[in-house]
T-cell receptor, first 115, second 116 residues
Framework: SAVISQKPSRDICQRGTSLTIQCQVD?????MFWYRQQPGQSLTLIAT?????????ESGFVIDKFPISRPNLTFSTLTVSNMSPEDSSIYLC????????????FGPGTRLTVL | AQSVTQLGSHVSVSEGALVLLRCNYS??????LFWYVQYPNQGLQLLLK??????LVKGINGFEAEFKKSETSFHLTKPSAHMSDAAEYFC??????????????FGQGTELSVKP
């Protein structure tokens, strides 16, 4: 398995502001992902965080709204920009420790509330 | 579009009773299949997975699932429910039919309640 931590664990933010969420893994991993879980719903992939290159975004998600950094093989950040109440969700990072295993381990999530 | 369907958003069982959570997928190519559990205010934990080989897969906490290609199903079962099993359960797929770098596609989730 992999030990994954996220900061902050939760936050309450004002409309129009931005929040950066950090994801730290205890070992080097090839693949890192960011998911969104809206209240009472399932998980939706936002993007794949690529080390050394731009993230790969899923349909419906754009870099201007959700900029992602991946400076090395153990760390990534997701920023939720210009927030609105509709951005209130749990944001989770996950890692595929062994490329090709298709097995992902998830962080504890960041619970975001936008007022 | 490829998808994962979990039948029943809420399932309630009595303690000691059989747990059956249903999952069906759509794919022309057998995918990799996963069940995750999410306890309140926590992240997701992998229960079990199927990639290749034996179609009956055993996971943690006494859960198991069987891959049935003919039915495109991967239902999760546990012979005897425990109060601590109360949680949200997600079926997910990845692999050849879905794979774009290993991403997972999740079902809608099933909330399991266990009555004493």
């Amino acid at each position: 398995s992999a030990v994954i931590s996220q900061k902050p664990s939760r936050d309450i933010c004002q409309r129009g502001t931005s929040l950066t969420i950090q994801c730290q893994v205890d070992s080097q991993v090839t693949m890192m992902f960011w998911y969104r879980q809206q209240p009472g719903q399932s998980l939706t992939l936002i993007a794949t965080a690529n080390q050394g290159s731009e993230a790969t975004y899923e349909s419906g998600f754009v870099i201007d709204k959700f900029p992602i950094s991946r400076p090395n093989l153990t760390f990534s950040t997701l920023t939720v920009s210009n927030m609105s109440p509709e951005d209130s969700s749990i944001y989770l990072c996950s890692v595929e420790r062994d490329r090709g295993s298709n097995e992902q381990f998830f962080g504890p999530g960041t619970r975001l509330t936008v007022l | 579009a490829q998808s994962v369907t979990q039948l029943g958003s809420h399932v309630s069982v009595s303690e000691g009773a059989l747990v059956l959570l249903r999952c069906n997928y759509s794919s022309s190519v057998p995918p990799y299949l996963f069940w995750y559990v999410q306890y309140p205010n926590q992240g997701l934990q992998l229960l079990l997975k199927y990639t290749t080989g034996a179609t009956l897969v055993k996971g943690i906490n006494g859960f198991e699932a069987e891959f049935k290609k003919s039915e495109t199903s991967f239902h999760l079962t546990k012979p005897s429910a425990h109060m601590s099993d109360a949680a949200e359960y997600f079926c997910a797929v990845s692999g050849p039919g879905y794979n774009q770098g290993g991403k997972l596609i999740f079902g809608q989730g099933t909330e399991l309640s266990v009555k004493p």
